[in-house]
């Protein structure tokens, strides 16, 4: 009962959270090219990510989770890898686009 009541409260934080639009941005890589500045990328690693991510970067390259358009975007990450970061699953990163791409 306490487990549901948590899950309950976290779905409506998540949703408020969501529809208040005071946070990062969270586009698709066919919807990069139109933002610059904090976004947040969602999409599905494709290709052997190269590099170490604590040292210069590691790149992967993202493209569309679903529907046509399978955009593709280089991206260089520094930082912890989660153990379940591999070539096919779908992620979120959170980061800085810039104007030169």
Do not use: N
Not at 30 to 50: C, D, N
Not at 72 to 83: E, F, H, I, M, Q
């Amino acid at each position: 009962m306490i487990a549901l009541s948590v899950a309950a409260v976290l779905a409506v934080f998540l949703l408020y959270t969501s529809l208040a639009g005071g946070g990062t941005p969270s586009v698709s890589p066919s919807e990069l090219a139109t933002k610059t500045g904090e976004v947040s990328l969602a999409g599905r690693v494709v290709g052997s990510p190269t590099g170490d991510p604590h040292g210069a970067g590691m790149r992967f390259v993202l493209q569309d989770i679903e529907g046509k358009q399978k955009q593709r975007v280089a991206v260089l990450y520094k930082g912890s890898v989660p153990d379940l970061f591999r070539t096919g699953r779908d992620v979120v990163v959170t980061g800085t686009q810039r104007a030169d791409g």
